[in-house]
């Protein structure tokens, strides 16, 4: 199985700065005949379900906002929220999808400084 | 409305069986591949099982291999998970998710509210 590892476990970021989460998985998910990385990130807010934000690795779902980017290649991924707003407090998963089982990060904790 | 609703959770002794049922809306059930996604208390995502269109590939994470079964019903536009045996590691809210993506690719563009499992004595 594909192991993937997101840092940090948490962070405080305070209100319109930039959050920075990495995500690292234990093979490429780059599939050489589409030259697509298979990763996804979604984001979990207290009590809802699971929203997914960028697929692609860095192509972002209709109607998620532009502060929401995604960027990385073959084996290494971030998500960055340029300017954190209130809105933003969540649990942040990162996903591979190249093979099954389709395995996730632990999951990374935004908060507000 | 495009709507995923999941029911039949619920309290079960270790060793005992439910069967959870997801009740698509809104979209053309038939034509998605769908998976079902858990989430353990205190703990992380973790997918569950898949099945394709026409019910002919399915997929599990080793740990429900042989005790849980997924299928569907496209005419009652429903996806199911059978549970059999089940452990208190199961314990779990259980999300029904709907596929997007291309030639064994898929991500979850769609996701229902949960249904709770717990598993104990």
């Known amino acids: 199985d594909i192991v993937v590892t997101q840092s940090p476990d948490s962070l405080a970021v305070s209100l319109g700065e930039r959050a920075t989460i990495n995500c690292k998985s234990s093979q490429s998910v780059l599939y050489s005949s589409t030259n697509k990385n298979y990763l996804a990130w979604y984001q979990q807010k207290p009590g809802q379900p699971p929203k997914l934000l960028i697929y692609?690795?860095?192509t972002r779902e209709s109607g998620v906002p532009d502060r929401f980017s995604g960027s990385g290649s073959v084996t290494d991924f971030t998500l960055t929220i340029s300017t954190l707003q209130a809105e933003d407090v969540a649990v942040y998963y990162c996903?591979?999808?190249?093979?099954?089982?389709?395995?996730f990060g632990q999951g990374t904790k935004v908060e507000i400084k | 409305e495009v709507q995923l609703v999941e029911s039949g959770g619920g309290l079960v002794q270790p060793g005992g069986s439910l069967r959870l049922s997801c009740a698509a809306s809104g979209f053309n059930f038939s034509i998605y591949s769908m998976s079902w996604v858990r989430r353990a208390p205190g703990k992380g995502l973790e997918w569950v099982a898949n099945i394709k269109q026409d019910e002919n590939e399915k997929s599990y994470v080793d740990s429900v291999k042989g005790r849980f079964t997924i299928s569907r019903d496209n005419a009652k536009n429903s996806l199911y998970l059978q549970m059999n045996n089940l452990r208190g590691e199961d314990t779990a809210v259980y999300y029904c998710a709907r596929d997007a993506g291309e030639s064994g690719h898929y991500t979850s563009n769609l996701w229902g509210q949960g249904t709770l499992v717990t598993v104990s004595s």
């Open positions: 996903q591979q999808y190249y093979n099954t089982p389709r395995t």
């Open positions: 692609w690795a860095s």
